[in-house]
């Protein structure tokens, strides 16, 4: 599984990928809002440039001409812009048009097996479940991953599942193991994901008796 980072905030991203571990960025508008001083595009911009994996961008349009009309100016900005689009009848008709035109996409929103099928018979690059907000409402988040899996196992299907929506480091282990290709994490729990206690113990103690030595 491969490790993307989810969010449009340039220190996070760039303190992430000098640590040579990053295969893409994903944002949405959410993200996006949260960054003032920057339009999207310059912010989309920036992120391409910086990371040589896939980095998502968002159309806002909800109608599949303007999805489409979006899609292209985003995808205009770098060979390695990959358009986000939701998981809507309009947006896979949109998925469709950029696929033929070989624009990578990113089908946001899943929350069943079906939008994901849906999605990928539509020609998705990717397809995002959205684990954390599934389990938010009582519904199991991991399942889906491992359904999807199995379906897309199945009948050959080359696109890719993101695991996104991702809260804590049990999702980003079990998500790995259910066979998610790639997982969207935020920066804290990508950070969070390093550390171990036994870790900074085991370092400590080495240290420690390094720096005892009588005969060095
Ligand atoms: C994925 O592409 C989304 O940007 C993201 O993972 C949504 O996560 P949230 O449910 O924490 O907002």
């Known amino acids: 599984m491969k490790f993307f980072i989810?969010?449009?905030?340039?220190?996070?991203?760039?303190?992430?990928?000098?640590?040579?571990?990053l295969s893409g960025v994903t944002?949405?508008?959410s993200l996006v809002a949260k960054e003032k001083d920057v339009?999207?595009?310059?912010?989309?911009?920036?992120?391409?440039?910086?990371?040589?994996?896939s980095v998502s961008a968002e159309v806002i349009s909800l109608d599949a001409e303007g999805m489409i009309r979006e899609g292209k100016e985003l995808a205009a900005i770098?060979?390695?812009?990959?358009?986000?689009?939701?998981?809507?009848?309009?947006?896979?008709k949109a998925v469709a048009a950029f696929s033929k035109e070989g624009i990578k996409?990113?089908?946001?929103?899943?929350?069943?097996?079906?939008?994901?099928?849906?999605?990928?018979?539509?020609?998705?690059?990717?397809?995002?479940?959205?684990?954390g907000r599934l389990d938010d409402i009582g519904q199991n988040g991991l399942d889906l991953i491992s359904t999807?899996?199995?379906?897309?196992?199945?009948?050959?299907?080359?696109?890719?599942?993101?695991?996104a929506s991702i809260r804590n480091p049990i999702h980003v282990t079990e998500a790995a193991l259910r066979g998610a290709h790639i997982a969207t994490i935020p920066y804290k729990v990508l950070l969070g994901l390093f550390h171990h206690?036994?870790?900074?113990?085991?370092?400590?103690?080495?240290?420690?008796?390094?720096?005892?030595?009588t005969n060095a």
Do not use: C
Not at 6 to 21: F, H, K, M, Q
Not at 79 to 90: E, S
Not at 197 to 213: C, H, M, Q, V
């Open 78 to 92: 770098a060979p390695n812009i990959t358009v986000k689009v939701p998981m809507t009848p309009d947006g896979l």
């Open 27 to 29: 944002t949405n508008p």
């Open 197 to 213: 206690p036994l870790t900074d113990k085991g370092i400590e103690g080495f240290l420690k008796d390094w720096n005892s030595r």
């Open 148 to 163: 999807i899996s199995e379906i897309f196992a199945v009948h050959g299907l080359e696109t890719e599942i993101i695991a």
């Open 39 to 53: 339009s999207f595009h310059d912010r989309i911009k920036e992120i391409a440039a910086l990371v040589p994996g």
């Open 105 to 131: 996409t990113n089908v946001t929103l899943i929350f069943s097996a079906n939008q994901a099928l849906l999605a990928a018979r539509a020609g998705a690059t990717y397809v995002s479940p959205f684990l």
């Open 6 to 21: 989810d969010t449009a905030n340039i220190e996070e991203i760039r303190e992430v990928y000098e640590l040579g571990l």
